[in-house]
């Protein structure tokens, strides 16, 4: 059965008007590349992030959100690409955000570096990406039972709504200002490998 759902999953993105399973794989191992380049996949980021000591995961993903928004903006505009909208449901936000942020505290990775991760060796990361299947499983099975404490579905809302009329110079004043926004916060790294490798020595000697 699961064979049958990936293969449903790889004729579903072949059979789009505006793509392909190579289009997708190429995007795929250009994220890799640029997420290897950074290295934002590494412990020492998200845990510097965690405690304000390394800044690089915040630029990214704000220099990221800016260029993808105006990006997809115009191809879904050219008719090459489509996206598909989540109901709003606060109380499923909320609660789905504490979960996530503090798994990814803990864990030192998110659904994005998580798979680069289990790419390099990372037997910690597989652990923690096959609980996460399981943890969709559940919500999948029991989802009746959890939709009670998503909250009221408030539509699918989006910022080009409330600017009617002015779509392409919101979505431009929206990406340039993220992109404004990464360059203007510091560069720090200051919780590096070096730090991690004087932990180890500080656990040992104390063994």
């Not at 290897?36 to 915040?58: H, N, S, W």
């Not at 004043?173 to 360059?183: A, E, R, T």
């Amino acid at each position: 059965m699961i064979l049958d759902r990936i293969e449903t999953m790889f004729t579903t993105v072949a059979n789009e008007p505006h793509g392909s399973v190579w289009t997708v794989l190429f995007i795929g191992f250009l994220f890799g590349a640029i997420i290897q380049y950074t290295r934002v996949d590494k412990f020492e980021k998200i845990a510097g992030f965690a405690m304000l000591r390394d800044t690089v995961v915040p630029k990214m993903l704000f220099l990221a959100i800016g260029l993808a928004s105006i990006g997809l903006y115009f191809l879904v505009e050219a008719g090459y690409a489509s996206y598909h909208i989540k109901p709003l449901m606060l109380g499923g936000i909320v609660l789905g955000g504490i979960i996530f942020g503090v798994a990814m505290t803990i864990f030192g990775k998110c659904p994005g570096t998580g798979p680069i991760s289990i790419a390099e060796g990372r037997i910690d990361v597989l652990v923690g990406a096959i609980g996460g299947i399981l943890g969709g499983l559940v919500f999948t099975l029991y989802f009746d039972k959890f939709k009670v404490l998503m909250g009221e579905n408030l539509g699918k809302p989006t910022l080009l709504e409330y600017f009617e009329g002015h779509e392409t110079l919101t979505i431009l004043i929206f990406g340039i200002g993220l992109v404004i926004i990464s360059i203007m916060i510091p560069l720090r790294q200051e919780f590096d490998e070096a730090d991690l490798e004087k932990l180890k020595e500080l656990e040992e000697s104390d063994k």
